[in-house]
């Protein structure tokens, strides 16, 4: 079967191809609904930090693996892969730093790379249909993600809710905002992208605006910012004023939903659920509105809208005023001064050992705070710095080569992968990704990684030759087999 118009499968024997090419697509098919299962399990198991979930998470990868590759052999293409190299790369100087530095190999970071480049070769191997199953079963696990977190504020569910300088903020199944937030923006972009094809489509203006909703409920600054990046890139690959069109109701919508939800997150105020259902309610029907109607009309909805909200909201909900003041005075800042405290001691840690860091898992991570006390931090809340404390420049250098690899083959997969929409929306969605990487410990939690990979999966052509029966077969040897048969 073709992928992108220019790869194609290589039976083994004629008479065989129906039988054994039914077969390798259902195979292959398994092994896409096995991550889409890890994908759901780590997701809506705190994000598989902890051992018990990670272990199931790793299993169904590499049965996904297993089957993948029993279905399609191994090729040369896949060895040479850029990313595959680059990993295999990192997650072995990782293993060699510990055993220089005499420390155990704490942590999961190889384990990690090998996940990486286990979903990286079931991807590329999935048919079409399978990939989108795979994308409408992430953006369904999103919006369960997204609806926990809502609930965790609008109804105070401990373990969907984060409570931290006296406001309540969504953290879902994850039990982390910023975590939540870190895969609620990829997989929104992702749907926005299909929206810029399909402004009209109701059920991706709603998709979107759910899971923009869910990210707002999480008050996240870096998922702020990643997903203004997002959109630039989305914007600069499809265009601005088709993105700008696309965008707007899911995030008028989206804003509509947090304003109905502000007044049930300071911690000192009881909750008002039906205000938050009325908030969210007003932002679906915005966003279904808004994907209907021509620009014009939009705009003058958007701004009669906005004008009525405001009304409504000084009138009807008293104390909402003092709620946003709250949020505003805790969230809209730069200041954060228990992560730039982590940030300085990771830097401290590289900078005690530059070459090969501290090893993997051993950096300690401590800062004096303002009282004269010591501040003991778990993570960096920055993944770059945290790899240059762990495994010093070294290492830094090994994931700047593979953040590098995997940019140009997402670059090179624009010509031969899926549909454009698609492609873009994995390019807004990863460099989104990587912008707020740099600002939460996002990494440490496998199901998060693990998502924005398949996301990224989704798009590879197919390996050459995939399909062929003999693993690593040569030209010579596919020449060979054609001699034969034609005996």
Not at 48 to 53: D, K, N
Not at 125 to 151: K, S
Not at 246 to 265: F, H, N
Request: glycine share 12%.
């Amino acid at each position: 079967m073709g992928l992108g118009g220019g790869m194609a499968v290589a039976d083994a024997r004629p008479g065989e191809a129906g039988v054994d090419g039914a077969s390798e697509r259902w195979t292959t098919g398994l092994a896409g609904l096995l991550l889409l299962v890890a994908v759901a399990a780590g997701l809506l198991g705190q994000g598989a930090f902890y051992t018990r979930v990670r272990w199931y998470l790793g299993v169904l990868v590499a049965v996904a693996t297993v089957l993948a590759l029993v279905a399609w052999p191994p090729t040369r293409d896949d060895a040479r892969l850029p990313p595959v190299v680059a990993a295999l790369a990192l997650a072995t100087w990782a293993v060699l730093d510990a055993a220089l530095l005499g420390v155990p190999a704490a942590g999961a970071g190889p384990a990690l790379l090998l996940g990486l480049v286990a979903v990286l070769l079931v991807c590329r191997r999935l048919q079409p249909e399978d990939r989108e199953v795979l994308l409408l079963g992430v953006v369904a696990v999103g919006l369960l993600v997204a609806l926990a977190g809502w609930l965790g504020v609008a109804g105070r569910v401990g373990s969907w809710a984060w409570l931290g300088d006296g406001i309540w903020r969504a953290s879902s199944t994850l039990t982390y905002p910023n975590a939540a937030a870190a895969v609620l923006v990829p997989v929104a972009l992702m749907v926005l992208a299909r929206l810029v094809d399909a402004p009209g489509s109701l059920p991706l203006a709603l998709a979107a605006t759910g899971l923009l909703a869910g990210a707002a409920a999480t008050l996240s600054r870096a998922a702020a910012l990643a997903l203004a990046v997002g959109l630039v890139v989305l914007a600069g690959l499809r265009g601005p004023r088709a993105t700008v069109r696309a965008a707007l109701g899911p995030c008028l919508g989206a804003l509509v939903a947090l304003v109905g939800l502000v007044p049930s997150m300071p911690a000192a105020a009881p909750a008002r659920p039906a205000l938050a259902l009325v908030g969210l309610g007003a932002g679906l029907a915005i966003a279904a509105v808004l994907a209907r109607l021509r620009a014009v009309a939009a705009v003058a909805l958007v701004v009669g809208g906005v004008l009525a909200g405001c009304v409504a909201v000084a009138v009807a909900a008293g104390g909402v005023g003092d709620a946003a003041g709250l949020v505003a005075e805790t969230r809209i800042t730069l200041a954060s001064p228990d992560r730039s405290g982590a940030v300085a001691a990771a830097l401290r840690v590289a900078a005690e050992h530059p070459l090969t860091g501290a090893g993997p898992g051993q950096a300690d991570l401590r800062s004096r705070g303002a009282d004269g006390g010591t501040r003991i931090f778990g993570y960096a809340h920055n993944e770059y710095v945290q790899v240059a404390a762990e495994l010093g420049l070294v290492g830094l250098a090994l994931l700047a080569v593979l953040l590098v690899a995997l940019g140009r083959l997402l670059w090179r997969a624009r010509a031969t992968g899926p549909a454009v929409a698609g492609w873009a929306g994995v390019a807004a969605a990863t460099a989104a990704f990587a912008v707020h990487s740099g600002f939460d410990f996002v990494w440490h939690l496998p199901a998060v990684l693990l998502t924005v990979t398949l996301l990224a999966g989704v798009v590879l052509p197919a390996p050459p030759g995939a399909g062929a029966r003999t693993p690593f077969r040569t030209a010579r040897g596919k020449e060979s087999d054609e001699r034969q048969i034609a005996r």
